[in-house]
Nanobody, 125 residues
């Protein structure tokens, strides 16, 4: 089994920054797994935020976060990151990291096999 643990969420003012981390452990082949970030706000469906291929060579972003969020990974540390800047109140949500058994990243939640418990990000206006 693979465990994913998110950290780094919190309360920040609009225009501020946060860095989320996702640490993988257990029976993981992290260095050969595509990874992604999703978010879910109250009353809304889960939304794709960003994804990264197994070696970091390809990244993908949701339209609402392009230019403000940056996904990255450190395979030596089994950790993925989401650097968030110029945050807006509409970025408020629970952020989830996800891992795929495959190497190709994508935007669909169905591509991912393992999910973390989520970390709350709240952006005040």
């Amino acid at each position: 089994q693979v465990q994913l643990v998110e950290s780094g969420g919190g309360l920040v003012q609009a225009g501020g920054s946060l860095r989320l981390s996702c640490a993988a452990s257990g029976r993981t082949s992290f260095s050969s797994s595509a990874m992604g970030w999703f978010r879910q706000a109250p009353g809304k469906e889960r939304e794709f935020v960003a994804a990264i291929s197994w070696n970091g060579g390809r990244t993908y972003y949701g339209d609402s976060v392009k230019g403000r969020l940056t996904i990255s990974r450190d395979n030596a540390k089994n950790t993925m990151y989401l650097q968030m800047s110029s945050l807006k109140p509409e970025d408020t949500a629970v952020y989830y990291c996800a891992a795929s058994r495959g190497v190709v990243a994508g935007t669909a939640p169905e591509l991912y096999d393992y999910w973390g418990q989520g970390t709350q990000v709240t952006v005040s206006s």
